[in-house]
């Protein structure tokens, strides 16, 4: 399974919905979440002050 992080507005999300079926199975499935924190990789620094 490919993860994809992203910010996405939710008129976004509808537009992926309505025009991303295929008559085959497979389409796959949307999973949002809250993002609590995130961290520079190479500094081990927080971004939570940028409020994501």
Excluded: C, H, W
């Excluded at 994809?4 to 949307?30: L, S, Y």
């Amino acid at each position: 399974m490919k993860e994809i992080k992203a910010f996405v507005k939710p008129n976004r999300i509808q537009k992926v919905i309505e025009n991303g079926k295929t008559p085959d199975p497979g389409d796959g499935i949307i999973y949002l979440s809250a993002i609590e924190d995130a961290f520079q990789v190479k500094t081990g620094e927080s971004l939570k002050r940028f409020d994501l």
